[in-house]
């Protein structure tokens, strides 16, 4: 019995690692994402919940055409383009 549940939460454990690396992400997130979050943020000048609906809804556009990439990519992408138009 005692087996049985370790190997059950080994497969939970593994299965929950396999998505978050499918999505590109961790479950906790990265340092890095956050601060790239938190400047995509200041570089918007929006109040942050409008903020980030706004990098939600560039990060899933640039899903659909640059698929698989980190999620750092996206946040960097989204930089680059904020600092280009201005």
């Known amino acids: ?5 370790i190997i059950l939460a080994a497969v939970i454990v593994l299965v929950v690692l ?10 906790l997130g990265s340092g890095k994402s956050r601060s790239l979050r938190q400047e995509a943020r ?3 000048k929006l109040p942050p919940d409008q903020a980030d609906q706004t990098i939600d809804r560039h990060i899933e556009r640039l899903k659909e055409r640059y698929p698989k990439r980190s999620e750092e990519w996206y946040l960097e992408k989204i930089i680059y383009d904020l600092e280009r138009d201005r």
């Open 1 to 5: 019995m005692d087996l049985t549940l």
């Open 42 to 44: 200041r570089q918007l």
């Open 18 to 27: 396999y998505y978050f690396r499918r999505k590109g992400g961790s479950p």
